[in-house]
């Protein structure tokens, strides 16, 4: 498909530009009727529905991103990190005295 193409919104009655068929799409707001020629508007179900396949099929989490996870560094690290915030500490103290 060329960018310059237009798609029509059966559910709106008018025409929008492929790209942002594709985006709409991709949100799960609108379906395809006929891939490149016209799309649908979803209904909440069934854009609830579709956003969760969509996120089912999604790589894991990694640790970071899992909710309780906290972190900790390694003992040899907290020692480099307790400097980093006196350093810290010494900027903001500095930067309060300056006029």
Not at 18 to 27: F, G, I, M, N, Y
Not at 67 to 72: A, D, I
């Amino acid at each position: 498909m060329s960018a310059n193409c237009r798609v029509f919104n059966e559910s709106r009655r008018y025409s929008m530009k492929h790209s942002q068929a594709l985006r709409a799409v991709e949100q799960c707001a609108c379906a395809w009727v006929e891939f490149g020629v016209s799309v649908r508007d979803l209904s909440l179900a069934e854009s609830i529905t579709k956003r969760n396949q969509q996120a089912s099929m999604r790589a894991p989490l990694e640790w970071a991103e899992l909710p309780g996870v906290v972190y900790r560094p390694a003992e040899r690290n907290q020692a480099v990190t307790r400097q980093g915030f006196d350093l810290v500490r010494a900027a903001n103290q500095f930067a309060t005295l300056a006029p």
